[in-house]
């Protein structure tokens, strides 16, 4: 593969995965960086917002599992003000993006973003609502 960010098959993604997490923080991490900052992907964000807004009423806390960096993290943020907000993904690059949109308009104690292997089913973390959009992993 070359230096580029373009994954240009599915051969290069699988490829790319083997080499473990770092790729999150390098190809992959970019490749979906520029996926979820399309048009398509912002609309779609914000409608699962809007979805979950109709159902869920005042949560306490929210975790974002493999929250990227942190488009959905941020609506939900703004849509619950009140709320604890957590993002968990296993790149912290992605984490560093999500951390900078979060401190626009919240102070650091009111959210908390881990860098974690994904799956990770040894979290301990407690919740009222948990949102799971990422499409390539299924536990």
């Known amino acids: 593969m070359n230096g580029s960010c373009a994954m240009n098959s599915m051969v290069d ?13 390098e190809h992959v991490g970019e490749w979906w960086l520029s996926r979820a900052n399309d048009l398509d992907h912002q609309e779609a964000y914000k409608n699962i917002v809007y979805q979950i807004s109709t159902q869920c009423i005042d949560p306490k806390v929210i975790v974002d599992y493999a ?3 942190g488009y959905v993290l941020e609506h939900l943020a703004r849509t619950y003000p009140n709320a604890k907000v957590i993002g968990i993904d296993g790149s912290k690059k992605q984490l560093d993006i999500a951390r900078e949109k979060l401190l626009k308009f ?3 104690d009111s959210f908390e973003l881990i860098e974690s292997n994904l799956p990770n ?10 949102v799971f959009v990422f499409p390539n992993i299924c536990p």
């Open 13 to 25: 993604f699988d490829e790319e995965l083997t080499r473990g997490r770092e790729t999150y923080d």
């Open 67 to 69: 929250c990227g960096p």
């Open 106 to 108: 919240r102070s650091e």
């Open 121 to 130: 089913f040894d979290l301990d973390i407690k919740a009222d609502l948990v």
